[in-house]
């Protein structure tokens, strides 16, 4: 007796514990808490970054190139003895003796350099900058859609987290009734009405329901986990949804697919992306023209200035064959860029089918709604009949079980339908956000 009270008080205890635990929580707190703290659209952000990083490294193309060198040398080689005195301005006429040109003393040179490098024509520069500004927007939009995505998520993981309430509460029902039957059972027994197996047929459906209970339970556990995976909360509470599981109806208006839906226009940027390396690819056969400039600071001492002198100029290049480097390179962007073309078709097919299926599917849950509905009342209305007719020994146990558990099913599958209605119809307005 004492450990039955013992296991009791423990059960006592840890479901107190588990109901103190148990976090209140709105949809609009969830999605606020998800578009703050989800990893999933952290990391979109950083990939958002990443292109825009790519974007401003084609800043080269149009800005300045600018280094500043400090350089020291001792030398005795003549040639560069020489020019080292020429740089610092410091040659005399003493200098132009064979003797000390042809063996000169220990000399040192210590110069400063600023050089300026200025593109003015990379035609195939340009066309890479406008490829880089195209995956740019494409990784913007592909990001927002990311956040559509991540609210559809939301709202099935938070419609589980009802549908799992709902069902311990019709269970929950389910086993008050089966409880009463027992009762009921067991008073039929005793004035010689039934038999010792409806007994027994009895407590097995209240085993059941408890068994079924408890997987109810872990379906809430696991929808809360699954929640706070979104909110990125490692504290792993039990959460309750503030409003119960229902039917949502809205006006929606789906003829054809969007095309400015944002995960369509970001394909198509991808694919305006590698066209434009294509053409960077066929610019790259023409020259390109660059200035350059250098300002130039010489001494014998460190970090001096004694002499000073500057050089500028602009050079035509023009790379005329490199082993077929660039005639492969073409080739291959031209794929690309042909591929993109045909996986954009593919992609735009496949979301109209999937939008065509989603609106089947979102119809099909509506017809499904009136049948289970009145299928729950119908079973409802049975359950009761049957009820009355064993309480005056006109039913047998097993017919009365039978509409307790067909009763018990129905209204499962009525707020089963109306989780399916709820995300087909989330799933159809992800489809056609625009």
Do not use: H, P
């Given at each position: 007796m004492r450990n039955i009270l013992l296991i009791?008080?423990?059960?006592c205890v840890s479901y107190s514990l588990q109901a103190q635990g148990t976090v209140l929580i709105s949809k609009a707190e969830v999605i606020a808490k998800v578009m703050e703290g989800n990893n999933a659209l952290k990391i979109s952000e950083q990939e958002v970054l990443m292109a825009k990083g790519e974007y401003n490294q084609t800043n080269a193309v149009l800005m300045p190139n600018i280094s500043i060198s400090h350089t020291g040398i001792a030398t005795t080689n003549p040639l560069m003895a020489f020019g080292s005195k020429l740089n610092r301005e410091v040659l005399t006429q003493s200098d132009f003796n064979p003797l000390v040109l042809n063996d000169p003393s220990l000399t040192r040179d210590y110069a400063t350099r600023i050089v300026i490098q200025q593109p003015l024509l990379?035609?195939?520069?340009?066309y890479q900058r406008k490829a880089a500004k195209a995956k740019l927007s494409a990784s913007e939009l592909q990001?927002?859609?990311?956040?559509?995505?991540?609210?559809?998520?939301?709202?099935?993981?938070?419609?589980q987290l009802q549908l799992a309430y709902k069902t311990v509460e019709v269970l929950k029902k389910a086993k008050e009734t089966a409880l009463e039957n027992k009762r009921l059972a067991d008073n039929a027994f005793k004035q010689g009405y039934s038999q010792k197996s409806d007994v027994l047929a009895v407590e097995v459906r209240v085993l059941e329901i408890e068994n079924q209970l408890q997987y109810a339970r872990s379906s809430i556990q696991n929808a809360s986990n699954d929640l706070s995976v979104l909110m990125n909360d490692e504290s792993y509470r039990l959460l309750q949804p503030a409003d119960s599981l229902k039917v949502v109806s809205s006006d929606i208006s789906f003829e054809s697919l969007p095309e400015n839906r944002k995960d369509i226009q970001a394909i198509g940027l991808a694919s305006e992306a590698y066209k434009q390396m294509y053409k960077a690819d066929k610019m790259s056969f023409l020259p390109r023209l660059n200035a350059f400039g250098t300002y130039e600071l010489h001494d014998d001492k460190v970090l001096q200035g004694g002499a000073d002198g500057y050089l500028f100029g602009a050079a035509l290049k023009w790379n005329i064959f490199e082993g077929s480097k660039r005639f492969g390179s073409v080739q291959k962007s031209k794929a690309e860029?042909?591929?993109?073309?045909?996986?954009?078709?593919?992609?735009?097919?496949?979301?109209?089918?999937?939008?065509?299926?989603?609106?089947?599917?979102?119809?099909?849950?509506?017809?499904?709604?009136?049948?289970?509905?009145?299928?729950?009342?119908?079973?409802?209305?049975?359950?009761?009949?049957?009820?009355?007719?064993?309480?005056q020994g006109l039913e047998k146990t097993t017919e009365l079980l039978m509409a307790e558990m067909q009763y018990a099913q129905k209204e499962l599958e009525y707020y089963t339908t109306i989780f399916q209605h709820n995300y087909a119809l989330a799933y159809v307005q992800f489809l056609t956000k625009e």
């Open positions: 009791l008080a423990f059960f990379n035609l195939d520069g340009i990001s927002s859609r990311q956040q559509d995505y991540i609210e559809l998520v939301v709202d099935k993981s938070y419609m860029y042909a591929k993109s073309k045909l996986e954009v078709n593919q992609y735009k097919a496949e979301s109209q089918v999937a939008l065509n299926k989603a609106k089947r599917m979102l119809q099909d849950a509506k017809n499904n709604l009136e049948l289970t509905a009145l299928a729950s009342k119908q079973s409802k209305e049975s359950l009761r009949i049957r009820k009355n007719r064993f309480e």
